[in-house]
């Protein structure tokens, strides 16, 4: 089966800190890959995405490269902003299976202080 | 473009009554249709999950339905809710041939007192 698991939070950090959130997987199949960010209070949000081997997902600041070797899908952000504060989302889906289910991971609350 | 929209947004209902919360998504046709449960400082849980209408696949056994009476309206219930289901409801799409990313609502906080 598929499984995703992401570094336990939470996490807590200042202002400009650099920010890694450690994300690996296991699937059946060739997965594409996502993190998502569900600010308080809120539905998730697509972060970005990555649907190949090497390839780079990233949006507002944020980064993820598909590692097929090491079966990851790391977080980062040079600069982390208080507004980015949130929960994190690291998930998985198989083209073609499933019905288009995603595989999601528990979560990783940032906190950012000023 | 397309949107998703949930409602109530916040529902507060005792033991022992009924439930429906409504979903519905604009601007695509025939999306992968799905409820999930997010209990307070949990990860999610899926509930439900749609093909196409009147095809409903559930994940979890548990005294909540889904139908999907339409091709774009996805509609949770209850007959008896129990304080086990309150959480933060979410309702989400995909794009079905792709199986790609999914696209979330803006949930509904249950409270069941």
């Known amino acids: 089966g598929n499984s995703v698991t992401q570094m336990e939070g939470p996490v807590t950090l200042s202002e400009e800190a650099f920010l890694t959130i450690n994300c690996t997987y296991t699937?059946?199949?060739?997965?594409?890959l996502f993190w998502y960010v569900q600010y308080p209070g809120e539905g998730l949000q697509l972060l970005l995405k990555?649907?190949?081997?090497?390839d780079k997902g990233s949006n507002k600041g944020f980064e993820a490269t598909y590692r097929k070797e090491t079966t990851s899908f790391h977080l980062e952000k040079g600069s982390v902003q208080v507004s980015d504060s949130a929960v994190y989302f690291c998930?998985?889906?198989?083209?073609?299976?499933?019905?288009?289910?995603?595989?999601f991971g528990d979560g990783t609350t940032l906190t950012v202080k000023p | 473009s397309q949107t998703i929209h949930q409602w109530p947004a916040t529902l507060v209902q005792p033991v022992g009554s009924p439930l429906s919360l409504e979903c519905t998504v604009e601007g695509t046709s025939n999306p992968n249709l799905y409820w999930y449960r997010q209990a307070a400082g949990r990860g999610l849980q899926l509930l439900f999950y749609?093909?196409?209408?009147?095809?409903i696949s559930s994940e979890v056994p548990q005294n909540l339905s889904a139908s999907r009476p339409q091709d774009r309206q996805f509609i949770l219930s209850s007959k008896k809710l129990l304080l086990s289901d309150s959480g933060f409801y979410l309702c989400?799409?995909?794009?079905?041939?792709?199986?790609?990313?999914?696209?979330f609502g803006p949930g509904t906080r249950l409270t069941v007192t």
């Open positions: 989400a799409w995909s794009v079905r041939d792709a199986s790609y990313e999914q696209y």
């Open positions: 998930a998985l889906s198989v083209v073609g299976t499933n019905a288009g289910k995603s595989t």
């Open positions: 749609s093909v196409g209408i009147g095809q």
């Open positions: 990555a649907t190949k081997a090497d």
């Open positions: 699937a059946t199949g060739y997965p594409s």
